[in-house]
């Protein structure tokens, strides 16, 4: 099936070599370079857009520690986010972000104060109640099958801890509701293909998945 409207030219990496254990971002081939912390974030964000007065868009980052620790910080550059993420990880906090750009003037990290975003992206979670893949192969193996079966081949994937984040970045930003409509076309996709992905994640643009570099705190792996 072709989605209902076409993704906006999705760009792709080669990414380096012998598999996800490094954590940092590698491709699904494993073939070509890593990516930092520096180049992947600066891949999947859209650009803060600037006005007289300086930004008019901000990134969020979120930190979580224990059961009822909670903190959300602003940033407004890729420099910005992984100096506050390496901050929040030092102080043991599970350090996640949200893929889209959000209205600066309207308080919140809410899917109605998103103004942009770049990428598509979905979780996979591996070896969890409920979920169908008990190893990081068989989640690996199906993506690859997804992805041949659709034409859609991630640009990005990165080891999360306990699972799979999975990134398909365009060559250009989309707003709000064709970020919308093309999320709930992927997701349609993944039924009809069976790729399990935590839906909630893949279908909200204010969504968070965790920042690579940092650490997982309850396994001690890195990101």
């Known amino acids: 099936m072709v989605m209902g409207a076409p993704l906006p030219g999705l760009m792709r990496w080669r990414l380096l070599g012998a598999g996800l254990s490094s954590g940092r971002p ?66 043991g906090y599970d350090t996640y972000m949200a893929m889209a750009s959000f209205d600066i003037y309207v308080p919140g990290r809410k899917a109605n104060n998103a103004r942009s975003a770049r990428c598509l992206w979905a979780d996979l979670d591996i070896a969890k109640a409920g979920c169908r893949y008990q190893t990081r192969e068989e989640a690996l193996q199906t993506l690859v099958q997804f992805s041949k079966d659709t034409g859609l081949k991630p640009s990005i994937i990165v080891s999360s801890g306990k699972g799979l984040h999975v990134y398909w970045v365009f060559n250009r930003n989309v707003n709000s509701a064709e970020w919308k409509q093309l999320a709930g076309n992927f997701l349609q996709l993944c039924t009809e293909h069976n790729l399990d992905v935590d839906r909630s994640r893949a279908r909200d643009i204010s969504s968070v998945l965790r920042i690579p570099g940092t650490i997982h705190q309850k396994s001690g792996t890195t990101v």
Not at 61 to 73: A, F, H, M, Q
Not at 74 to 89: M, N, P
């Open 26 to 91: 590698v491709s699904p081939t494993g073939k070509g370079v890593f990516m930092n912390s520096t180049e992947f974030l600066s891949a999947i964000l859209p650009p803060i857009k600037s006005g007289i007065f300086g930004p008019e868009q901000t990134y969020y980052i979120l930190g979580l520690r224990g059961d009822n620790e909670r903190v959300s910080l602003r940033a407004d550059s890729v420099g910005a986010i992984i100096k506050q993420s390496s901050r929040l990880c030092a102080d």
